[in-house]
C-alpha cells in the first residue's frame, strides 16, 4: 500500500490549479471555469460506468482514478473542501443508506 489519500491528491489539485493552464492541465481546466470542469467529470463518470458495465477491471480502475481526479477538481473550482464532503458522508453512516435516503426531503 503507498499510503497515497484523497487528501494527497486535493493538494496536489490545488498545487497545480495555481499552475500556468498552458503547463497544467488541471490549470487549464480550472481556468476554463466550473463548467468546464463539471462538463469533464461527467465524461468520466461516464467512462467509469462503461468500464463497470464492460466489466474491465483494469479499465474501470483507470477510470475511476481519473473520475476521482476529475471530482476534485470541481470541488476545488467551487470552493469546496474535501473534508466537508467526507463529513457529509461521515454524518450519513450514523444511519443505514435506506433510512438516510428516506428521510431527505422531497
Known amino acids: 500500500m503507498s499510503g497515497f489519500t484523497l487528501s494527497d491528491l486535493e493538494k496536489i489539485v490545488a ?4 499552475a ?7 490549470a487549464k481546466l480550472l481556468a476554463g471555469g466550473p463548467e468546464r470542469a463539471a462538463k469533464k467529470l461527467g465524461e468520466e463518470a461516464v467512462e467509469t460506468v462503461i ?6 477491471k483494469q479499465a474501470l480502475i483507470a ?14 473550482s467551487r470552493d469546496v473542501a ?5 463529513s457529509q458522508l461521515e454524518a450519513r453512516t ?9 428521510a431527505r426531503k422531497p
Do not use: F, I
Not at 15 to 18: A, L, T
Not at 51 to 56: H, I, L, P, R, T
Not at 82 to 86: S, T
Open 20 to 26: 500556468s493552464p498552458e503547463e497544467s492541465w488541471t
Open 94 to 102: 450514523a444511519r443505514s443508506g435506506l433510512a438516510e435516503k428516506a
Open 82 to 86: 474535501l473534508q466537508d464532503v467526507l
Open 15 to 18: 498545487e497545480r490549479g495555481r
Open 51 to 56: 468500464a463497470a458495465v464492460q466489466g474491465d
Open 63 to 76: 477510470e475511476s482514478a481519473d473520475l476521482l481526479y476529475h471530482l476534485l477538481v470541481v470541488l476545488s
